[in-house]
């Protein structure tokens, strides 16, 4: 369709205006070719003619649909003009308050002069993770962009923001840094990125300052590289700089500032640390108030230098850096106040007491003299001489500048190289992202050498946005398969080429800079001779020290007054020199680092042994020009290695007002900055673009029926344009979108809304037709009522008459009597035939509902015995099953009893051993010092005899030697002197064999210690077995009283048995008596029949008569053979009672038949009882048997203790301690006899009663076959059946009522015989119960025969462990356990359960080391589990659900009041005893929180991605949304086309199964609702954030779908009854209240004051921001007046309280509370599972 075909009636355009830039019109009649004007009309109402070039018309620009007009991209309009993007910015920025607009690849960004709520965390946290598009235009998508980019591509990145002075650049870059660093905490201690983020402060303080067009404007331009890591974290960034602004350091304009930093060093002097710095007020220095104004609305100064000092303290800039810093600026602004005064005309000169050049020196440590020098002196070095020579005052002062600019250049780059080296961390760095912030295209009134150099940096970076801009489109049409044709855009190579070629102004300008005589006007006589001939170069008319550039964006007029001075930047060498010889090393360091360079210049500085021809410093300095063009190269290198990402700053007004759009103004900046550039690329090509789905949606409307039946969208939409757009060449097909060149979508567009106008015309046309037709046919059906009564009214007044009126009564008469005779004779006739019909009628009904009954009854009763039947063998089966179960499990229950038993046992006749084996070898001890001591006697016996012997040998010795005197009295000396030694060798001896005595003795002492201390631990033994047995004895008299009521309840029952076997016997002798009233009854009935078919054939006789009557005999013999055929089957009807009577007589059989069995069965159990108690004798005589051998044992063991102390007479005390152990042995063996007999004596006792029962029983058997009862049974039958015949007798002619009474006793009959039947089942679980019982309490006895039981009465409730198994516990209870086990899925909070009978027992034997170990170990493993699993969803809730029940369990048996509130007496009893565990309930809280936490963060991360897709985009109510055409072309790389689709039945999928898993772990039901309440606030508050965040949810419509959504949330809480405690609905009420507030009309005052008190959960913000973001579907709907949201804005001041946070933050957290619930779980009843391993566990 060709363009000037929209050019018809009701379409508007756009026309230039002086004022407004371009204003809209509407035409009033079609355009047709060869027009020389256009009738248009104004906004205003005005009517005007637009001329038109006939030749080649000119026609105005059209404008885009209602419903195009603020759309998020500017691309996506359909007329892509100047027009159109200045009113779509100008809509969304003043109506909307939108100040971010996407531009195909370009960010636009309209500074709103005011705070905005949109910066927040929970904003980054929103877009964080989105693709571009997705959400409205910020500044974060596009960083997000970038980012993602950089980790999917592994491609550096470049964020370019650009535009002029007061757009918000640096808070645009700013924000960026911010992302980065939220978004990717390295989670280091270098907190590197809030490093990066403190550098801006002191960036912005060194480097900015307050201008006419912003109060913080950057001068200069900056490129920050943050760098990653291959985690994508920051760890570190580096900063270049370009172009720093040095003159405004000594000049600024009216109503600017200098740089930050000096007025906050002023506002700061009085502080101390800034005393020795002699500051004075800004106003007092010259660098300071040049501007006129020292101070900034709103800004506090002296705060801003705490927080620059802060943030150089956060970069760890020492303060010793610090104050060098401060003494460096401070000497600037007193160098600036030095006074210079003329001394005659050639010479200038400076105070020595200027306290300001003395302040200088000292605080920058140089010679007075050399500074006053050489600022008002100059050296010019000659060919054989050096001349100094004076200055005016002019050239000193230009030296004073000179030297403060230098100086603080060098101090700016000092400190951006000391943020650089802060900035940098160990580490490698793997990609980064550039956040470039330089000044934008500039054209003031007088623009000079920075403006030139800001215009050519700008040329260069559109140049390169140019080229990736086309690169980009060339990409799309590849990917979309679209044949690529040459687009035609503005290249700015030219002015490039211009500005920098050989023989350009930068080269002609560093050609003047080398002329010592070079000046500014033979620079520009060169320009205009070079350049003349350029076509972008002008020589402006009226000036000659100006030049005209045409650049890209405007032409521009350079003044060239100072460029060559500034291109220079020319400072004194002596001067430099001086600072050289500074005392203070920053200031040294400063200029010793300045090398000459240039042109022959060498690295190797050679000083001459005189002052020989010093050359010029200025004439080997590299030029500023240069400088810049290098860096600028640089930079472009960079970027071009990057991908890049753009962001263009605009401000709308030059006051500074909030929201006011000057359009002149912007238009200005849009042709500056590329994005009309960027429009008329796209213009070029196909600028809309649309998927498939998207056009499909929109357009179906358009589309035939044939169309839409087809199944294939893509072909339909095929089919569908190249029905509506007869070009080809307007549209193009890609694989994946649909291209359109400009315009055609506005046309689809005005198509739309013709088709859905003229379906509103036709539906209008038929509603207000078929008004009309039926009030039409209302009137004329009324109308013909009226004309039928007046024509009656007249017909009646012409035809009757007085005589017509009389014959007609006459007639009426007789008629009236004829017809009553007829019709009385017609109804006596009618009625008798009725009568007799009747009559015959309802006896054949009564008949035939008898036997329906009879029928029923017969089926009832033998469905009652058939259920019945089944119903008992249904119980048996499952009974025997049962049974079989119960047996099994305590046959193995019995099994793993004995086998413990039999340990046991084993370990006592091991220790029985042990203990004998220990007296035997004390007996062999006792033997071997026997036979030493019988030894040492015997010794000592023959020592005795020797002496003897040696005295009789003595004796008669002396008696020879007394005869034999005289001669041998030399022997005899001889003699007694050997008898003297002798005597002593003996005596020697003795004392020998004494001394080895007494150690024998000790070694018995010894010994007999030993032996006293065994049989000390012997008689410990034999007490606690003592007081076993008297355990023992006291439950088995427990077991003896429960016996004994069991034997009375099974007397009772007995005596119950034979009442109910009395009563059937009974009921067994009325049945041969029901016999006879049957017989009885039979013949009655015979009679009856007999009765009845008399009657029937009177009956047809009088039916013959009557038809005779009626008919006149024509019918008369079919009637009567009717007759007689249907009476005989009447007749017969009746006798089926006789069935019923012999169904009766067979139930009777069946009766007896089942009484004789009961009998059996009655009789059958008690043999086998009767067998069982005989079986119970012989097994109490076992148990008696077993008895004895404990006796037997027990005299054995006496025995052997006789023995032992016969052995041990030698020992005194040992026979005291033997006599003892015997009298206990003895007293145990009594108390053994006495157990015995009183066992014997209990068993004897029942069965005695037992066979008293079964005696019982059995004789009252033989009574009931006595004679006598019978014959009262029978006079009771006797009685019943006469009373029978009475009222048989009575009812002998209503032959129902006599059935019904047989029935019911039949029935009850029947009924009695069931309930006997029950009965005896009863009585026979009963008898099986107590069988049961004896069979318990043999069991009980067989374990009181063991010689030493250990397992007590009942279990405590408690588990015992070693505490060397300790680890083993935490292994397989904690570390090993799985939530998905079979066990712990039966037993829910099992492992808790288990863990805390493990503390009660360390509780019970008053260990605390082992208890404060094992809840250590408790607390320790769980931690690691969580740790190990904290993605582990069901991992979690197992355990949040068990460390609550621990906690509950810690509270519920600690013992105090309030806990125990609902214990039972069981609980209160195993209450912990020794130790409060009060603190570790508090850790056991704490860890319940901390997994309650990781346990919603899960929770919140599976949740996460599904909430937008499932509560926002998907299309719960189908076709009731309509995509809008957004056309917003997202970089492919942002996209993924196999993202899973979410709806809101994902959403509910995903909760269920929540649900279900917190249940299945026995999770208490108030943890579930804090749980699902917080879950529910994440999913309205991410819902909320998201509608504020995107400009295409606020609708209608959407609002309908969010209500339908939460809607389906709602029916789930109902469908698991989680509605009430929860109040989870009420997090949703934020959410509820905004789809409301899309939904309601938003027009009137009084709408304003709904909204007001509907939206009480939404703050101000929030309201404000979906009402400027309401955008309509459809041109049918209207946008929300700037004037109602400013009503409702007015209403809302009134509201007190409340935030103003624009998003909800969605890691808020409820308060998670852990309320007391007790646990009615039986401790003592818990049984360990065998999966657990849990086999060195013991149960208490």
């Known amino acids: 369709m060709a363009l000037s075909e929209l050019y018809t009636k009701y379409n508007r355009v756009w026309i230039p205006d002086e004022e407004h830039v371009w204003k809209s019109a509407e035409i009033l009649r ?53 027009p159109a993007v200045l009113h779509n910015l100008k809509v969304r920025f003043v109506e909307s308050k939108i100040i971010y607009t996407y531009c195909g690849i370009i960010l636009v960004a309209v500074n709103p002069y005011k705070q905005l709520h949109i910066y927040g965390d929970a904003v980054i946290h929103a877009y964080s993770g989105q693709n571009m598009g997705d959400m409205d235009p910020h500044i974060f998508a596009v960083a997000e962009e970038a980012y993602k980019q950089m980790a999917r591509n ?40 809030d490093k990066v983020l403190a550098s801006n402060p002191i960036t912005e303080a060194i480097g900015n300052a307050k201008t006419t067009r912003n109060d913080n404007s950057s001068r200069f331009g900056k490129y920050t590289e943050i760098s990653f890591d291959r985690r994508y974290q920051i760890i570190g960034a580096n900063m270049r700089t370009y172009l720093l602004e040095k003159s405004r350091v000594v000049s600024q304009s009216e109503s600017e500032r200098n740089y930050h930093i000096f007025y906050q060093m002023c506002a700061c002097a009085d502080q101390p640390e800034f005393k020795s710095l002699r500051l004075l007020r800004a106003d007092e220095f010259r660098y300071t108030s040049m501007g006129g104004e020292t101070a900034i609305e709103g800004v506090d100064d002296r705060k801003d230098m705490e927080e620059t000092r802060r943030t150089f303290s956060l970069l760890g800039l020492t303060k010793d850096f610090q104050a060098d810093v401060f003494k460096v600026l401070a000497g600037v602004l007193h160098l600036g106040n030095v006074e210079i005064r003329n001394v005659g005309s050639d010479r200038s000169s400076i105070s020595s007491s200027d306290p300001h050049i003395a302040a200088f020196c000292d605080l920058l440590g140089v010679s007075p003299d050399g500074v006053t020098r050489w600022l008002c002196h100059r050296r010019f070095v000659m060919v054989a001489e050096t001349v100094v020579k004076p200055v005016t005052s002019k050239r000193a002062v230009n030296a004073r500048d000179a030297l403060a600019k230098q100086i603080y250049a060098h101090l700016f780059d000092c400190v951006i190289q ?241 929201f006011e759009y000057d359009s002149k103004r912007v238009v200005q900046q849009l042709r500056a900055c590329g994005v009309l550039e960027t429009i008329h690329i796209s213009a070029q090509s196909y600028p809309s673009r649309w998927t ?122 007789i008629q009236r009597y004829w017809r009553g005779h007829l019709t009385r004779q017609i109804f006596r006739m009618v009625r008798s035939s009725s009568i007799v019909i009747q009559a015959f009628t309802r006896g054949w009904i009564a008949r035939k509902r008898y036997k329906k009954m009879v029928e029923v009854q017969k089926a009832l009763i033998l469905q009652k015995y058939a259920r019945a039947w089944l119903a008992r063998r249904r119980f048996q089966t499952l009974r025997r099953l049962v049974h079989n179960v119960q047996l099994s499990y305590r046959c193995q229950q019995l099994r ?60 008669k010795t002396i008696a020879q030697l007394q005869q034999e005197k005289d001669g ?22 003795f004392d020998q064999i004494k001394t080895t005595l007494k150690e024998d003795l000790e070694r018995e002492e010894r010994l007999r210690k030993i032996a006293e201390n065994n049989l000390d631990l012997q008689k410990e033994d034999h007490e606690k077995e003592v007081e076993i047995l008297r355990e023992e004895n006291r439950r088995l008299k427990e077991e003896r009283v429960r016996l004994q009521r069991q034997t009375e309840e099974g007397a009772q029952v007995n005596t119950d048995l034979q009442d109910q076997v009395i009563q059937l016997t009974k009921h067994v002798k009325v049945i041969p008596e029901l016999r006879k009233d049957l017989h009885n009854l039979q013949t009655q009935r015979d009679d009856l029949d007999r009765r009845m078919k008399g009657q029937s054939e009177e009956a047809i006789a009088k039916m013959s008569v009557i038809t005779r009557q009626l008919l006149g005999g024509v019918m008369e013999e079919e009637v009567i053979s009717r007759l007689a055929s249907d009476g005989p089957e009447q007749i017969y009807e009746a006798g089926d009672l006789l069935t019923a009577f012999d169904g009766l007589q067979k139930a009777t059989r069946v009766l007896e038949r089942k009484q004789k069995e009961q009998k059996e069965v009655s009789d059958s159990q008690i043999e086998g009882l009767t067998f069982k108690v005989e079986h119970l004798q012989n097994e109490n005589n076992q148990l008696q048997k077993l008895f004895q051998e404990k006796m037997s044992v027990n005299d054995s063991i006496g025995q052997e203790v006789t023995r032992l102390n016969q052995e041990n007479m030698v020992i005194p005390e040992l026979k005291q301690t033997v006599s003892e152990l015997q009298r206990h042995k003895q007293e145990l063996e009594e108390q053994l006899e006495e157990q015995t007999r009183g066992m014997t004596e209990q068993i004897e006792e029942i069965s005695k009663k037992l066979q008293m029962n079964v005696e019982e029983e059995a004789s009252q058997r033989r009574l009931l076959e006595q004679h006598e009862q019978v014959e009262r049974e029978k006079e009771e039958v006797e009685r019943r059946v006469e009373e029978l015949e009475e009222v048989l007798r009575r009812q002998k002619n209503t032959e129902t009522e006599a059935k019904t009474r047989f029935t019911q006793e039949a029935s009850r009959l029947t009924a009695e015989n069931m309930d006997f039947e029950e009965q005896l089942d009863m009585k026979d679980r009963l008898i099986r119960k107590l069988q049961n019982k004896i069979k318990s309490l043999q069991t009980s006895e067989k374990a009181n025969q063991t010689p030493a039981p250990t397992i007590p009465k009942e279990y405590l409730g408690m588990l015992e462990y070693k505490r060397e198994d300790e680890p083993k516990l935490i292994q397989y209870i904690i570390l090993d356990l799985k939530p998905r086990g079979v066990v712990v899925n039966m037993i829910p909070n099992m492992a808790a359960q288990l863990l805390f009978m493990c503390v009660r027992h360390a509780d019970y034997l008053n260990d605390g080391a082992k208890l404060k170990s094992l809840m250590n170990a408790i607390i320790s493993g769980v931690k690691k589990v969580i740790t190990d699993h904290q993605a582990d969803f069901e991992l979690l809730s197992f355990w949040l659900s068990n460390m609550y029940h621990m906690l509950n369990c810690l509270k519920q048996y600690s013992g105090e009041e309030e806990f125990m509130k609902q214990n039972t007496p069981r609980q209160k009893k195993n209450c912990l005893q020794n130790f409060d565990l009060s603190e570790h309930r508090q850790i056991f809280s704490d860890l319940a929180i901390r997994i309650y936490h990781q346990f919603i963060s899960v929770m919140e991360k599976a949740l996460m991605p599904m909430i937008v897709p499932g509560m926002l985009e998907h299309e719960s109510l189908q076709g009731i949304s309509s995509m809008k055409p957004t056309g917003f072309r997202k970089r492919s790389s942002s996209i993924y086309e196999d993202q899973e689709v979410y709806t809101i039945s994902s959403l509910l999928q995903q909760l269920s199964l929540y649900h279900s898993t917190m249940s299945q772990h026995g999770m208490e039901e108030v943890l579930v609702r804090q749980a699902l309440k917080q879950t529910f606030f994440l999913v309205g508050a991410a819902t909320l954030n998201n509608i504020l965040l995107r400009k295409d949810m606020c609708s209608c419509r959407k609002g309908m779908q969010i209500r339908c959504n939460i809607s389906y949330l709602e029916e789930w809480l109902k469908e698991k009854d989680l509605v009430q405690g929860t109040s989870a609905m009420e997090t949703l009420k934020p959410l509820c209240q905004a789809a409301w507030l899309l939904q309601v009309n938003k027009t009137t005052d009084d709408d304003a004051k709904e909204i007001i008190e509907q939206c009480s959960e939404l703050n101000t913000v929030q309201i404000v921001k979906i009402l400027n973001s309401y955008t309509p579907i459809d041109d049918f709907e209207k946008r929300v007046a700037p004037s109602f949201v400013r009503k409702v804005q007015g209403l809302l001041q009134d509201r007190e309280g409340g935030s103003s946070q624009l998003m909800l933050d969605t890691q808020y957290r409820f308060q998670v509370t852990f309320p007391f619930t007790p646990s009615s779980q039986a401790l003592e009843l818990l049984q360990l599972p065998s999966s657990l391993r849990l086999g060195f566990i013991t149960r208490i």
Request: hydrophobic share 35%; aromatic share 10%.
């Open 154 to 193: 592994n491609k550096n990145q470049s964020i370019i923001v650009s535009g002029e002075s007061g757009a918000g650049k640096t808070v645009s870059a700013r924000y960026a840094m911010r992302y980065f660093a939220m978004v990717s905490k390295s989670g280091s201690k270098t907190h590197v990125e």
């Open 30 to 82: 079609d355009f047709k070719p060869g027009d020389d004007t256009l009738q248009l009309q104004l906004e205003d109402g005005t009517e005007m003619l637009y001329s038109l070039d006939t030749s080649s018309p000119q026609l105005p620009h059209l404008r885009n649909p209602d419903i195009l007009v603020g759309e998020n991209d500017l691309t996506a309009l359909s007329y892509l003009h100047e």
């Open 692 to 813: 498939y789905i998207e056009f499909y949606s929109r357009y179906s409307i358009l589309m035939s029926q044939q169309e839409l039946v087809l199944t294939d969208k893509k072909q339909t939409c095929r089919t569908v344009l190249q029905r509506l757009i007869q070009d080809s060449n307007q549209y193009k097909f890609g694989r994946t979108k649909i291209f359109f060149r400009a315009g055609q979508v506005a046309y689809l567009e005005k198509l739309r809304l013709d088709r859905l106008r003229g379906a509103c015309v036709t539906i209008q046309k038929h509603v207000r037709g078929w008004s009309h037709r039926r009030t039409f046919l209302r009137m004329r059906e009324a109308a013909i009522i009226l004309q039928q009564y007046v024509r009656g009214q007249r017909r009646i007044r012409k035809s009757v008459t007085a005589a017509a009126l009389k014959q007609g009564w006459a007639a009426v008469v």
């Open 418 to 658: 000391k943020i650089n080296a802060a900035l940098q961390v160990p580490g490698k760095q793997h990609s980064f992202i550039g956040v470039l912030d330089i000044y934008g295209f500039e054209t003031f009134d007088i623009n000079s050498f920075e403006q030139f150099c800001i215009n050519y940096a700008n040329e260069k970076l559109q140049q390169q946005f140019n080229l990736h801009v086309f690169k980009l489109e060339q990409e799309e049409y590849m990917k979309e398969d679209i044949p690529w044709t040459l687009i035609d855009f503005y290249d700015n190579q030219p002015v490039i080429d211009l500005i920098e070629a050989k023989m350009g102004i930068l080269d002609l300008l560093d050609e003047e800079c080398l002329f010592p005589q070079g000046t500014d006007q033979n620079w520009l006589q060169k320009l205009y001779n070079y350049l003349v001939d350029n076509p972008l170069f002008e020589k402006p008319r009226m000036s000659n020290e100006a030049f005209i550039i045409q650049h890209f964006a405007d032409k521009v007029e350079y003044q060239c007054w100072g460029f060559l001075e500034k291109n220079r930047d020319t400072l004194y060498e002596e001067l430099i020199d001086t600072m050289r010889t500074s005392k203070f090393p920053l200031l040294a360091n400063f200029f010793l680092e300045e090398e000459p360079g240039g042109v022959g210049s060498k690295g190797i500085k050679v000083r001459p042994a005189r002052p020989g021809v010093k050359p010029t410093n200025k004439n080997l300095r590299t030029t500023v020009g240069e400088k810049f063009r290098s860096s600028l190269y640089l930079l472009m290198e960079t970027l071009n290695a990057t991908t890049p990402h753009y962001v263009r700053c605009i401000k709308p007004n030059e006051e500074k007002m909030p």
């Open 968 to 989: 041998f009295i030399v022997q005899k000396q001889d003699l007694e002197k050997k008898l003297a030694d002798t005597a002593t060798e003996m005596k020697d001896g």
């Open 896 to 955: 793993k009893k004995l086998e413990d038993q039999g340990k046991e046992n084993c370990g006592l006749l091991e220790r029985l051993t042990s203990l004998a084996g220990a007296h035997a070898q004390g007996l062999d001890k006792l033997h071997s010092l026997e036979a030493q001591l019988g030894k040492s006697a015997t010794e000592k016996a023959s020592l005795e005899e020797r002496e003897k012997k040696s005295k009789e040998d003595a004796a």
